[in-house]
């Protein structure tokens, strides 16, 4: 842009007023202004203008004024929407609000261990290893209810793939794993 295009005397002004009313882009009132000038305007220069002239703010883009006048209905109130449709499996327009609605995840429900073993009785069948002889296929359920500075048992049964042998997996609440599942 020009240095003189900074500027606009009171005949561009009234020019620019006139195409805006006219309904013009401001691309297209850019390139009349830069026949008239004989030098380079740019759209956002005119829309800069536009928005700092009062005038022009008056007249607006799309030759309407940019502020209502009192009372206009052109930005009155809208009227209350009428309620959606209800929401359920068979409306198809409304399955994707059903969706946010509905839980992504639910949780099982906890199911009792019955093997027709107590925990107490079990606990006490176990071989109650220390946690440094384990092995790795080992169950690492703690057995004992060890005081300050007593050493921590183990159950010590084959847990097969997890962390626990299947009786202490399902009381951890969690389903075993054998090596013939996970292969």
């Known amino acids: 842009m020009a240095s003189n295009a900074s500027s606009y005397s009171a005949d561009e002004i ?22 008239r000038r004989r030098c380079t305007v740019t759209r956002n220069a005119i829309i800069g203008i536009v928005h700092r002239n009062k005038t022009l703010a008056a007249v607006g883009f799309g030759g309407a004024p940019c502020l209502p006048a009192a009372g206009s209905k052109r930005y009155a109130k809208p009227a209350p929407a009428a309620p959606g449709p209800k ?37 006490a069948a176990a071989r109650h290893i220390p946690l440094e002889a384990l092995r790795p296929a080992e169950c690492r359920w703690p057995v004992n209810n060890a005081a300050q500075g007593e050493k921590h048992l183990f159950c010590g049964k084959v847990s097969g793939f997890g962390s626990y042998c299947p009786h202490h997996a399902h009381r951890a609440g969690a389903r075993p794993l054998f090596v013939a599942e996970a292969a």
């Not at 020019?15 to 009349?32: F, H, K, N, P, Y």
């Open 87 to 123: 929401l359920h499996p068979g409306n198809i327009r409304g399955k994707k609000e059903a969706r946010a609605l509905a839980p992504v995840f639910a949780p099982p429900k906890p199911r009792p261990v019955d093997d027709g073993i107590g925990p107490r009785a079990y606990d």
């Open 14 to 35: 009234t020019a620019i007023a006139g195409w805006l009313g006219d309904g013009l882009s401001a691309t297209q009132i850019a390139e009349r202004l830069s026949n």
